[in-house]
Structure formats: C-alpha cells, structure tokens
C-alpha cells in the first residue's frame, strides 16, 4: 500500500534518516498523535504543509490501518493517523515531489 506524507525539508531529511515520531493531528473528531498519511498528495488547504513529498510504502494492508483511518463525510481523499512506530517497522520511504532546494 503505497501513501503519502507532506512535510517541510529539514523533517523529511530526519524521517529519512531516524524514522517517523509521533507528532499532534488535531481533527474534528479528536485530539490524537500519530503520523498523517494520506491516500494522494494534500496541501495546505487541507491542513498538511511543507514543500516534501514523501512516500510511504507501508507493508501492511488496509485493513490493517482501519483503526487509524479518519473518516469524514465528503471528504474526497483518505487520511489516516498511524502510529510512528508501526510506520516505521512497516514502512520504507523516498521523496517523490520536492519544491524547497
């Protein structure tokens, strides 16, 4: 299952090097932490910022993810919080799209 991760140039030097932490998603429907993920690339209309694109080749299927899935009606993507110990052992990542140098 491949997904993807937004984020800013310094943060995604780190997660390629050291792995994912947990970070705060506040949502609608709870305060939570965990890694934001997403089935196509968001931006900052939809609450993820930074010029990175990563992906996320996570070796787990989705039912395995369902727990972490925040569902909202007429959402036309799929996001997910998962957390970053489960992404990391799961998980291999490169950057795809970049805008910052």
Request: glycine content about 8%.
């Amino acid at each position: 299952m491949i997904l993807i991760h937004r984020t800013g140039p310094e943060s995604a030097a780190d997660i390629l090097k050291n792995g994912f932490v947990d970070g705060p998603a506040y949502t609608e429907l709870a305060d939570i932490a965990g890694v934001f993920l997403s089935d196509r690339p968001l931006d900052s209309n939809e609450g993820a910022n930074g010029g990175v694109l990563l992906e996320v080749q996570i070796g787990l299927h989705e039912a395995d993810l369902a727990d972490f899935e925040l569902v909202e009606d007429d959402k036309p993507y799929r996001e997910w919080c998962v957390p970053a110990a489960l992404v990391n052992r799961a998980a291999a990542c490169r950057i795809v799209d970049s805008d910052e140098d």
